[in-house]
C-alpha cells in the first residue's frame, strides 16, 4: 500500500510543477493585448476656433503623432520621439477609456489613457499627461485626407527661407 502512496505522491508533484512551468512559460512570453484597431500611425489634430478640425503643421517641429506597432509605442513630440514598450492596455474603471501601461527604454513606467472619439474608431482621445489634462485628439493615418491640411509657411519660423510670403496658405 505504501508504494502505492508513494506513486501517487510523486505524480502529483511532477504534475503540480510541470502546471508551474507552463504558467510561468505563459507569462514570460505573454505580449500585450493591443487590440488592432490602435494599430498604426496616428496625427494629431487642431480644433480651429469655430470648431473646425484640421492637420496642423508648423513649420518649426512636426506635428506630433504617435505609432503602436505590436508592443510598441513611438510618440513623435515634434522635434524628436520616444520609444516604450507596452506592458499591457486594459479597460479603466472610467466606461469606454483604456489604460495603457508602458516602459520607456526599460526605465520609467508611463501610462496613457486613450478613447474612442468616434464609433467608427478612426478618431483617438489621448491623455498623455494624466487623467487631469487636457486630452489631445488623433487621426488614424487612412483618415487624414478627410481633414484640411495646413502647414504653417517657413518664413514665420527662419529668416532664411526660400518661399513666398503668402504663397503656402492650404495644402489639399
Avoid at 479597460?91 to 478613447?115: C, T
Avoid at 468616434?118 to 487624414?144: F, N, S
Wanted: hydrophobic letters at 40%.
Amino acid at each position: 500500500m505504501k508504494p502505492i502512496i508513494l506513486v501517487l505522491a510523486v505524480l502529483m508533484a511532477c504534475a503540480g510543477r510541470q502546471q508551474q512551468n507552463e504558467d510561468q512559460v505563459g507569462v514570460a512570453d505573454a505580449e500585450p493585448d493591443l487590440p488592432a484597431t490602435f494599430q498604426g500611425y496616428w496625427e494629431k489634430l487642431t480644433q480651429w476656433p469655430n470648431g473646425q478640425w484640421v492637420v496642423y503643421r508648423p513649420c518649426d517641429a512636426d506635428n506630433p503623432s504617435l505609432t503602436f506597432q505590436s508592443d510598441t509605442l513611438v510618440i513623435g513630440w515634434g522635434q524628436d520621439a520616444s520609444i516604450a514598450v507596452i506592458d499591457n492596455i486594459k479597460a479603466d474603471e472610467i466606461p469606454g477609456r483604456f489604460v495603457l501601461a508602458a516602459r520607456d527604454e526599460g526605465v520609467e513606467a508611463l501610462v496613457y489613457y486613450l478613447e474612442w472619439e468616434d464609433d467608427e474608431k478612426t478618431l483617438l482621445r489621448v491623455w498623455l499627461y494624466g487623467p487631469d489634462e487636457a486630452p489631445e485628439v488623433y487621426a488614424r493615418a487612412d483618415v487624414l485626407e478627410n481633414y484640411d491640411l495646413f502647414e504653417q509657411p517657413c518664413h514665420e519660423c527662419w529668416e532664411d527661407c526660400d518661399e513666398v510670403e503668402g504663397e503656402i496658405e492650404e495644402i489639399e
